[in-house]
C-alpha cells in the first residue's frame, strides 16, 4: 500500500467512525456531512462526499466496517453449533446472533457508538431491514433463518419472519439501552452483563419458539 492510499484510508476509517458515533447520538437525519467532516478532523469540508459520494452511502460504509467482523464471528459459531450436532438448539441459535454483536460492543474501539447506530440505522423509515439482513455481510443472518425454519417446522414460515423481524429489533435496541443507561449515571441496581446478554437470549428464544395462539392462527388464515 502507497503512502497516499494508506493515508486515504485512514481518513475513511476517521470518517465512518465518527459518522458512526453522530448518527448513533443525534440520529441518521440529525447530522450533516459538513459535522462529520470537522468531527473526523478533517480541514476538506468535502472530505467525507469525496470517499463516500453521499450521506445514505457513508451510512452504508458504517454499517459494513463492523458488520465483517460480527459476520465472520456469527459464521465462526454457527459452524461450531454444527460440528456438535446442535443445528435444532434455537437459544444456540439466537446466542450466534446475540453474542458477535456484544463481543464488537465490549472489544472493539468505539463497540458503546457501534450499538447505538444500530439502533437509530433499524428505526429509520428509509432503511429496509430485508436490505440489511441481504447486504454484503449477510451470510450469517441468512444461515440463522434457515436454521431456524428447521429447528421449528411447526412453526410457519411468514410468523417466523416476523419473529425474526421482532427478535433482531428487540435485541438491538435492548443493547443500545443497556450502553445508554452504562454510559450515564448507572443506576444502582443495574444488572451485571453477562445476566443481562444470558437473560437477553432466553427472552429471544421464548419469543421464536413461542405456541401460536388461536388468535394468531385465525389471523394467518384469512386472505390478504
Known amino acids: 500500500m502507497t503512502a497516499t492510499s494508506s493515508a486515504s484510508a485512514r481518513t475513511r476509517e476517521a470518517l465512518i467512525l ?23 478532523g478533517q480541514r476538506n469540508s468535502s472530505a467525507a462526499h469525496y470517499h463516500f459520494g453521499s450521506k445514505d452511502a457513508l451510512v452504508a460504509a458504517v454499517y459494513e466496517y463492523r458488520m465483517e467482523r460480527v459476520n465472520r464471528r456469527r459464521l465462526e459459531m454457527l459452524a461450531a453449533l454444527r460440528a456438535d450436532k446442535r443445528e435444532d438448539d434455537v437459544r444456540a441459535i439466537v446466542s450466534a446472533i446475540v453474542q458477535p454483536i456484544v463481543e464488537e460492543i465490549r472489544e472493539s474501539d468505539g463497540g458503546s457508538h457501534y450499538i447505538r447506530f ?17 447486504s454484503r455481510f449477510g451470510e450469517g443472518l441468512s444461515q440463522v433463518i434457515t436454521l431456524l425454519r428447521a429447528a421449528l417446522p411447526e412453526v410457519p414460515p411468514r410468523i417466523i419472519g416476523q419473529r425474526f423481524g421482532l427478535m433482531w429489533e428487540q435485541v438491538i435496541h435492548a443493547l443500545a439501552d ?5 454510559a450515564g449515571e448507572q443506576p444502582a441496581d443495574m444488572i451485571e452483563p453477562e445476566l ?26 384469512r386472505p390478504d
Open 118 to 134: 444500530m439502533a437509530q440505522l433499524i428505526g429509520h423509515p428509509r432503511v429496509s431491514l430485508l436490505d440489511l439482513w441481504n
Open 196 to 221: 443481562f446478554v444470558s437473560n437477553l437470549v432466553d427472552t429471544v428464544a421464548g419469543g421464536l419458539t413461542a405456541p401460536l395462539s388461536p388468535d394468531t392462527r385465525a389471523a394467518l388464515q
Open 178 to 182: 443497556r450502553e445508554r443507561l452504562s
Open 18 to 40: 465518527a459518522g458512526e458515533q453522530l448518527f448513533g447520538e443525534q440520529g441518521i437525519d440529525g447530522v450533516s456531512l459538513r459535522q462529520i467532516n470537522t468531527a473526523a
